[in-house]
């Protein structure tokens, strides 16, 4: 699988001791390093916010998501079960998410979350899966939202010629306590879709690949 390479573009708030604070190389103080595709990220104004809606997320002319989590077109995505999208994004922000500077790491995740919440059907079978981690948002939404620092530059994720909504930082100093406090909402949401699995015969193995996904990103809120 090819590295992926995050560039960080016109981010005065993250100096080169935050991208080596990451654990990621950088290269002039402006390239962290993750896996999987070719990222950009790139800085916005001060002003604005990530999306507000739980149902969004969808970046624009985006269909869906491939097994890797990176969009593909409305056609591509026709071919693909939901449980491959949605396990797909899950898995690539506790990639990509766990590369940014800790005061990202949440909303990075919300923003994830919203584009795997924008390929599930809110009803059928996967329904439990829509409403699990629509809550899930709504909670870790409000931890942002608590410890907001609105001195740090919102940030887009682009990835396949799609670009992500807005991710917003929070203050240094809350990151371990807002990190340990979004952990146990990711923890709850996974042990919920564990337990839907039992409920959904016909889908107990994609609850589960789903539920491992959500889990992965418990270790990105680690600080």
Do not use: F, W
Request: hydrophobic residues 40%.
């Amino acid at each position: 699988m090819a590295r992926l390479h995050l560039v960080l573009i016109g981010l005065s708030a993250l100096s080169s001791t935050a991208l080596l604070s990451s654990g990621a190389p950088s290269h002039d103080g402006a390239q962290l390093l993750a896996g999987g595709g070719s990222d950009r990220l790139i800085g916005q104004s001060t002003n604005g916010r990530g999306g507000d809606s739980v149902g969004g997320g969808a970046d624009s002319g985006v269909g869906g998501y491939d097994a890797a989590g990176l969009p593909v077109s409305e056609t591509e995505a026709l071919s693909i079960p939901v449980p491959v999208q949605v396990a797909g994004v899950l898995n690539r922000s506790a990639q990509v998410c766990g590369k940014l500077p800790d005061e990202y790491a949440i909303d990075c995740l919300i923003v994830h979350l919203r584009q795997a919440i924008s390929v599930t059907p809110q009803g059928g079978k996967y329904s439990d899966v829509h409403k699990v981690l629509s809550d899930t948002v709504r909670k870790l939404d409000k931890i942002v939202a608590a410890n907001l620092d609105d001195s740090m530059d919102r940030i887009r994720l682009k990835a396949g010629g799609a670009t992500t909504e807005r991710m917003r930082a929070i203050r240094p100093e809350t990151v371990r306590r807002a990190n340990a406090e979004a952990a146990k909402i990711v923890a709850e949401a996974e042990t919920i879709l564990l337990r839907s699995a039992s409920q959904h015969a016909g889908a107990r193995l994609d609850y589960v690949r789903i539920a491992e996904a959500v889990g992965s990103n418990k270790l990105l809120l680690r600080s």
